[in-house]
């Protein structure tokens, strides 16, 4: 019974690693209705404007025939741009439908898996680790290799590519130093980060403006600032003052805080506020699922012995009946070694553990099992960890509770 | 789920922006027709452009109506997501551990995708992730992989793991889709010395199957089974190829020549388990890949897989424990222990466990677990206690001992 308890599987509260999965698209939904109000709104007012003018001309007789059908024509020609974009939305529309038909089937399907030891769990893991290795690869600009990933797993659907490639290109440029892509991106975005004051413009505008003062161009920086910065002085005032300052020291200050505002760090600053913004509207995590996932695994499985310098009786790479573990195999035992373990309060060891005079502990059962196989006369073993061979009298039962 | 289900397919049947492209169409179609009339007629043109003001704005609310609805069923989906997800957000640990290691975790997934066979990715992700590494990771990652096994991720570059898992996919598909146990057996002869040392069977369960293989009348060339012709090769085979099991593994070898008295009646024979067994040759893969992983120092599944999965089943736990720490406003007070207990699995269990009676803490290199001459085990810190450095009596039970007569022992 208790066996049970350990392969329960529990699907409401192990989806914890999968809302962005959902929740993503609902954003993308939600920017996409967004964008076409926007569009047809403004098309809207534009097009009943010009409408009623061009009857009020025809009307008063102003305009000649030929110019009613030109201002027709324009008219004809808005509505017919605006069909063009509502098609691309109705398309980007189509497409998020269907990748969050997808996923809710994905995950509807773990609903179906009975226990955490069934064949298909371990199917559906896989699945989920394909996703989490695509997650982080594309948040750290690796998209190739998670294009590749995704298409040769078949689960294209499931990880959001054009998201994190849109994403990872405009941080990148801010960190080489450019803002015209981050800037585009704002635009964009505005209707839809009204909302969450927008701190991010703000410091665009602010690192236009240091950058102008940079260069010495001060009435330019002037003009900036009046346009783009003293108007957040309600919301901004101490960034405010801090730009006028600004005016006042030059590039090689080294007073505070404008050091710091001339410094290449700011970049970085700004590219991490990029992350931070974008990974707010859409829903994400800050950091890569998989370090949610690898973090509490490591602990979970990690043991004093892992990192010990004796090799463990029960789980080494030097004897065939026992698998390696996962933290002990080389490709997580550096990146297990400064993480805390999880408690246990009860010791757990193979059945029926006899000792032998070395010291090494084992399950009877495997012990003669191993000794048998390796061929030895009967009434010897052998430590399958350090090869010793021990005559069978010089094994002792222990009690461990 | 079934819910979401349900309201998701709602949202794409009459959720979508079909509608309102529709109407924004049926606006065109007013214009232009108004156009064609005035540009047959030109007399018209106030009229038309009279009667045309009211439908356009008409048109023009159809399409607010369409929007309105589009916009209702979509709040009415992210209503029910955010009531599926409630109070479930991912809990904060100690991450620092692993955001400082993004080349450990580099190399980690290069592994990965190389264990699983996904070459191709594995090497574009090579490429990718060694162009933008700055030089002082590279070092980084250098100085720490250990002498033994030399796995930085520049290594990885240099095509010997590559090369190594190419091989053993190699083996396993021969030995899976062809049935065609030669090349295993190649390496494992050659790895003979090395799979001996770790009391493994492996090459001789290769020949054992290769014996049976041809015993029931398969070809090496791919013929018609034959069994009379089987028989002799397999005879043959025994002769050349496992008679230097001899001494180990005589009484295999028995059976087998045991087997051959009853042909061709196996079925009926006590013999017929050895030659009537599919799974044997899963076993044998199983067996094999396990093999192979270990000559690496690797583990036979995927470390990475074992670890997500895992974290995917304590990550709930940890949640819980954060909650409860709010509530109590406690902090994290041990440092090498997270105070939860996370019920795995048994199969995601490896190493034995000792918790001391005693102290109720678990053992570790510094405080390992020493057993009294009476058989019972606690904490060698534990034993100080109880000691006192003089004779003592075992908490367990009545005998008595002095704890230089402690044996440390290792689980």
Redesign the interface.
Known sequence: MA?L???KL??E?????D?PL??LP?EL??K??KL??VH?EHD?KH??GA??A??ND??SGQKD?SE??GS??N??NR??N??RK??G??EE??TT?RQ??QR??H??NL?QIPS??DVKYDEW??I??NR??AD??LR???S??AR??AK?KGIEDLVDLDVFVQCHRVEESLRRGSMQECLAWCSEHRELTRKTSNTLEFELRLQQFIELRRKGHLMEAQQHARKFISSNVEHKNPEVQRAAGLLANSPETRVEPYRTMYSKSRWDFLANLFLKTHHELFSL?T?PL????????????K????H????????N????????????????N??AR?????????????HDPI?LPN???YGRDRLLE?SA???LEEGRV?D??T?EVFDISQV?????? | MEALLAEHERLSKSGTLQKSFDDVQKTIDLLVKARERIAADPALASLELAKLQNPVKSSFDDVHKDLEEVRKHQTKYAKLLDKKFKDKSLPQMDYEALTSQPALINRAIAMHLLREGRFSVASTFLTEATRNQSPDAMTDDLTMSGTEHDLGIDSLKSESLRKQFANMYHILHEMKTERNLVPAIEWAREKAFELDRRGSNLEFELGKLQFVWLFVGNHPSKGRPNLVEGRERALAYVRHQLSRFQPRYSRELQQLGGAIAFCPNLQQSPYRRMFANDDAWDDIATSFTREFCSLLGLSADSPLYIAATAGAIALPHFSKLEVIMKDKRTEWTTEHEIPVEVPLPPSYRFHSIFVCPVSKEQTTDRNPPMMMPCGHVVAKESLEKLSKHSRFKCPYCPSESHPRDAMKIFL
């Open positions: 066996e308890n350990f392969t529990n699907p509260s192990h989806l914890l690693l809302q959902l929740r609902v939904s939600r996409n209705f076409t109000a047809v809207k097009l009943l409408l009623k061009t009857a025809s009307f025939p009613t059908l027709l024509d008219m004809i509505m017919k605006l069909k509502m098609e939305f109705h529309e189509k439908h969050t038909r809710l089937e995950l509807h609903y955490l030891a893991s896989r989920r680790l989490l290795i982080y690869l750290n600009g690796y190739e290799s590749a990933l040769e995590p950091r998989l370090h949610f996932a690898l973090s509490a695994g490591l602990s979970a499985l043991t004093p012995s892992c010990s310098k004796y090799a463990s009786s029960s789980s790479a030097s004897s065939t009946t026992t698998t390696v573990c996962p933290i002990c195999s080389t490709e997580l550096e990146l400064n993480l805390r373990h999880v408690q246990h309060n009860k010791s757990s060891v193979e000792v010291g090494r502990v191993m196989k390796f061929g052998k399958p960890t090869s002792r039962k222990v009690f461990i509770s």
